[in-house]
């Protein structure tokens, strides 16, 4: 009998702690917010099944965020203003300071139109390299391309269009002054927005340099100098040298 009381009790025990939940915006899961830019939202996190007073915690990503004592007993709220496109992904964590393995979490889901940036303007020499790089954002994910004036062409194997995570690049090789156009970054969205970024790039003529025979030659007169200024001055040299030995010897 007194076996089966301390069973009843620990298991009584057990299932008050392990029925001991959380629940964010109403859900006892992680969940997701899709949100637009600018757009407010307040997450709510309430503990469930709790016989006593119970102090909660929240978190954004890694930082732990500061709210007030009276709203973090039993029931608490988080703000958010008006969410930007650096808070896509970020994830707001409701935890109970008692236990923090009892933990619920909300990742952000911020959809905003694409943002383009880049350096312009693009002056250079036929016969060089050049990228112009378009850096771009967007949620959700855009289709990315290059016009040239304003105009869709197929550009020759010189011209090379690759994608990083986050830029879309037109390599050149060897530009030629007829490469000099306007270049536009265009990023589609799947409802059909257009936003673009015009790049200018302007070809000069290649400006000739110094060959490299003339360099050469350059050197070598400098060395014959050099080496009949110290042969024309040998006697006057070696005369110095002995009478530095005869004063040594004296």
Same mark, same amino acid.
């Given at each position: 009998?007194?076996?089966?009381?301390?069973?009843?009790?620990?298991?009584?025990?057990?299932?008050?702690?392990?029925?001991?939940?959380?629940?964010?915006?109403?859900?006892?899961?992680?969940?997701?917010?899709?949100?637009?830019?600018?757009?407010?939202?307040?997450?709510?996190?309430?503990?469930?099944?709790?016989?006593?007073?119970?102090?909660?915690?929240?978190?954004?990503?890694?930082?732990?965020?500061?709210?007030? $004592?009276?709203?973090?007993?039993?029931?608490?709220?988080?703000?958010? $203003?008006?969410?930007?496109?650096?808070?896509?992904?970020?994830?707001?964590?409701?935890?109970?300071?008692?236990?923090?393995?009892?933990?619920?979490?909300?990742?952000?889901?911020?959809?905003?139109?694409?943002?383009?940036?880049?350096?312009?303007?693009?002056?250079?020499?036929?016969?060089?390299?050049?990228?112009?790089?378009?850096?771009?954002?967007?949620?959700?994910?855009?289709?990315?391309?290059?016009?040239?004036?304003?105009?869709?062409?197929?550009?020759?194997?010189?011209?090379?269009?690759?994608?990083?995570?986050?830029?879309?690049?037109?390599?050149?090789?060897?530009?030629?002054?007829?490469?000099?156009?306007?270049?536009?970054?265009?990023?589609?969205?799947?409802?059909?927005?257009?936003?673009?970024?015009?790049?200018?790039?302007?070809?000069?003529?290649?400006?000739?340099?110094?060959?490299?025979?003339?360099?050469?030659?350059?050197?070598?007169?400098?060395?014959?100098?050099?080496?009949?200024?110290?042969?024309?001055?040998?006697?006057?040299?070696?005369?110095?040298?002995?009478?530095?030995?005869?004063?040594?010897?004296?």
């Amino acid at each position: 009998m007194k076996y089966l009381l301390v069973l009843t009790v620990f298991s009584f025990f057990f299932y008050q702690v392990r029925a001991l939940d959380l629940k964010l915006n109403g859900f006892n899961y992680d969940n997701r917010f899709d949100l637009k830019v600018n757009q407010s939202k307040t997450i709510k996190c309430d503990v469930v099944n709790n016989s006593n007073t119970e102090t909660l915690i929240w978190y954004r990503g890694t930082q732990q965020v500061d709210i007030k $004592p009276e709203n973090s007993l039993n029931t608490s709220t988080v703000c958010l $203003p008006a969410v930007a496109p650096d808070d896509n992904g970020i994830s707001f964590t409701c935890l109970l300071k008692s236990d923090m393995t009892i933990k619920r979490s909300v990742q952000l889901n911020v959809l905003f139109e694409p943002i383009l940036s880049g350096d312009t303007k693009t002056i250079t020499q036929a016969g060089q390299n050049v990228q112009l790089t378009c850096g771009f954002k967007a949620n959700p994910a855009v289709a990315m391309s290059w016009r040239q004036n304003d105009s869709i062409v197929s550009f020759p194997s010189r011209f090379e269009q690759s994608m990083s995570s986050n830029t879309w690049t037109l390599s050149i090789t060897k530009v030629e002054m007829s490469d000099t156009a306007n270049y536009t970054c265009v990023a589609v969205t799947a409802s059909g927005n257009v936003t673009t970024l015009i790049f200018e790039l302007i070809v000069g003529e290649r400006q000739p340099g110094l060959p490299v025979e003339a360099i050469g030659g350059a050197v070598v007169v400098a060395f014959l100098i050099i080496c009949f200024g110290l042969f024309a001055r040998r006697q006057k040299i070696f005369k110095q040298c002995m009478k530095n030995k005869h004063n040594t010897a004296m």
